[in-house]
C-alpha cells in the first residue's frame, strides 16, 4: 500500500531527477553545443550519463523526470513538427535508460544497489546504454526526416553517449573515492 510518505518520496525522486537532467542538459548546450554534429547529435553528450545514473539511483521514478523535462527541452531544442511526435522523443529519453539498467541487472551483475560497481562494469553499461539510446533516437529521427545520414549519425550519437557517460560515472566514483578517503574511521573499521 502507497503511503503519503512514499508518493511524497516519489514525487521528490521526479522532480529532482527532472531538474537535474534538464540542468545538466542546460550545461551541456553551453560547453559542447558548437560540437553538434547534427539534429540532436553531439561529439559529447553529459546528459547521457546522468540518465543512466539517475535511472540507476532512482529506477522508474528517474525515467519519468527525464522523460518530463525531455518534453520541455524537445518543445524548446527539438520540436519534430507535433506535440505528439516530441512527447514520443521524450519517452525514448527517459525509457532507454531503463531498459539499460534491466539488461545490466539481469545480464551484467549489476545490484541494484550499485555496490558493484567496478571500472569495467562502467565501461560495459556506457556502451549498452550508448547503443540502446543512440538506436532508439536515431531510427525515430531517421523514420520523421530529421536525419538523412543514418548511419553517421548513429555512430556519433553512440560516441556521444558513451563519452557522456563515461565522464559522469568516473567524476561520480572519483567524488565518491575522495569522500570515502575523507571520512573519519569508525571505531568498529579498526
Known amino acids: 500500500m ?20 534538464y540542468l545538466t542538459f542546460s550545461v551541456n548546450q553551453q560547453f559542447f553545443n558548437a560540437y553538434e554534429f547534427s539534429f540532436g547529435v553531439n561529439w559529447i553528450f553529459i546528459p547521457s550519463g546522468v540518465q543512466l545514473l539517475l535511472v540507476l539511483v532512482a529506477g522508474v521514478y528517474g525515467a519519468i523526470g527525464i522523460f518530463l523535462a525531455s518534453v520541455v527541452i524537445g518543445l524548446q531544442n527539438y520540436y519534430l513538427d507535433s506535440v505528439f511526435l516530441t512527447l514520443i522523443t521524450a519517452f525514448i ?10 539488461i545490466c541487472i539481469d545480464f551484467l551483475g549489476v545490484r541494484k544497489n550499485l555496490s558493484n560497481i567496478t571500472f569495467s562494469l562502467i565501461v560495459k553499461m556506457s556502451l549498452i546504454f550508448g547503443l540502446i539510446s543512440a538506436s532508439l533516437h536515431q531510427v525515430w529521427f531517421f523514420y520523421n526526416n ?35 578517503k575523507n571520512m573519519p574511521k569508525r571505531i568498529d573499521d579498526e
Do not use: E, H
Request: aromatic share 14%.
Open 2 to 21: 502507497l503511503t503519503f510518505k512514499k508518493v511524497n518520496k516519489n514525487i521528490i525522486f521526479i522532480l529532482a531527477s527532472s531538474f537535474f537532467y
Open 93 to 102: 529519453s527517459g525509457s532507454s535508460p531503463l531498459l539499460a539498467r534491466k
Open 146 to 180: 530529421k536525419s538523412d545520414a543514418f548511419i553517421n549519425d548513429l555512430v556519433v550519437m553512440f560516441s556521444g553517449d558513451i563519452a557522456g557517460t563515461m565522464l559522469v560515472f568516473l567524476l561520480v566514483s572519483f567524488l565518491n573515492m575522495i569522500v570515502l
